[in-house]
């Protein structure tokens, strides 16, 4: 596994306390916070504490415990913002960009919550 992790990408400097960040939920392993530029009423972003930069990198890499905690904080997430369907919630999507083709932003793994209106189709078509 070939990850190069970039230390100045801006949910490290989160991580550092070195930019503020609106915080739904923190614990010994993951930090959630709102997006700053919401694209659904529900825009939180799910990153673990621990570097790593995409989804796979995480998966190969990460901890039982890390995997676990941040999954769960997930869910927990989810639970409290009372979208799950199970719960009588309207739903949700989760989404992690990774790489140029997924048109990642930051180079640090984060999952996208996003929720609170009807979503759409899950990819736009290329123009
Ligand atoms: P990506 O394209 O990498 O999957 O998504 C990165 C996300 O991070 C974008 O939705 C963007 O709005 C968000 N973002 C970028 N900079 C900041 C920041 O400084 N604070 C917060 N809270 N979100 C940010």
Redesign the pocket.
């Known amino acids: 596994m070939a990850y190069a992790y970039d230390d100045q990408n801006?949910f490290a400097k989160?991580l550092r306390g070195e930019?503020p960040?609106?915080t739904v939920m923190e614990t010994e392993h993951t930090l959630a916070?709102?997006?700053?530029?919401p694209q659904a009423p529900v825009h939180v972003?799910v990153i673990p504490k621990g570097a790593y930069v995409t989804f796979d990198h995480f998966c190969a890499e990460a901890s039982e415990a890390e995997i676990v905690d941040f999954h769960r904080t997930v869910a927990r997430i989810c639970a409290e913002k009372g979208i799950c369907p199970g719960a009588g919630g309207d739903g949700f999507r989760v989404i992690s960009?990774a790489g140029v083709d997924g048109?990642?932003?930051?180079p640090h793994y984060?999952l996208?919550i996003l929720a609170g209106r009807p979503l759409g189709r899950m990819l736009a078509r290329a123009s």
């Open positions: 801006i989160i930019i960040n609106d916070f709102n997006d700053i530029a972003l960009n048109v990642q932003e930051v984060h996208h």
